[in-house]
């Protein structure tokens, strides 16, 4: 089966860094993706990494490091639209699984 | 990036009827997709996963006579939950995976379905 962690809440500042970790347990990994969910709306795709190292997009980057099995999503100069649940989700054996997400909350 | 559409956004029925919920691929040809249900606070729980003409896989502890799939083209797969009770009141968010290109490897979801049953 598959096991993924993150951490449930964080709050930081509006223009701030945040950093948000992933540890997770697969077989047949093939990838893991990071998603931002607003409340009550579907999950948007934000990063994929399946080779170890960082992704840069923007203000996201992401990180794998596949021997730990660990990822980390950063988030550059935090918007209050940033507020948001962010998921990992990690693919193996053809299965996504998702961790149950961490609550991001930006204040001014 | 890839749109996924699911329709309807809202549904509220009375317990014992049946819904159906449709998931569509706009711009791409989604060989898999697969369809979510999320309860308030909860993670994604992946209930099936459907393969263009073929029978949809089911997870464990998902009734597949209750919730029927169809994949019935490349671009669209239907949910409908059969007989609804309270219980299956929930978030349904389908999701599509394509068979090339940029959309190859991403799941791309649809914006959800909300199912109140009464």
């Not at chain 1, 997770?24 to 969910?37: E, P």
């Not at chain 2, 797969?77 to 009770?85: E, F, G, K, M, Q």
Request: hydrophobic share 35%.
């Amino acid at each position: 089966g598959q096991n993924i962690d993150q951490p449930t809440e964080m709050t930081a500042t509006e223009g701030a860094i945040v950093q948000i970790n992933c540890t997770y347990q697969t077989s047949g990994f093939n990838g893991l993706f990071w998603y931002q969910q607003h409340a009550g709306e579907a999950p948007t795709f934000l990063s994929y990494n399946v080779l170890d190292g960082l992704e840069e997009k923007g203000r996201f980057s992401s990180f794998l490091s596949r021997s730990k099995g660990y990822s980390y999503l950063l988030l550059k100069e935090l918007q209050m639209k940033d507020s948001a649940s962010y998921l990992c989700a990690v693919r193996g054996n053809n299965r996504l699984a998702f961790g149950k997400g961490n609550q991001v909350v930006v204040i001014p | 990036g890839a749109v996924v559409s699911q329709h309807p956004s809202r549904v509220i029925c009375k317990s014992g009827t049946s819904v159906k919920i449709e998931c569509r691929s706009l711009d791409f040809q989604a060989t898999t997709m697969f369809w979510y249900r999320q309860f308030p606070k909860q993670s994604l729980m992946l209930m099936a996963t459907s393969n263009e003409g073929s029978k949809a896989t089911y997870e464990q502890g998902v009734e597949k006579d209750k919730f029927l799939i169809n994949h019935a083209s490349l671009t669209l797969s239907t949910l409908t939950v059969t007989s609804a009770h309270p219980e299956d009141s929930s978030f349904y968010i389908c999701s599509a995976r394509g068979g090339r290109g940029e959309f190859t490897d991403t799941q791309y979801f649809g914006p959800g379905t909300r199912l109140t049953v009464l």
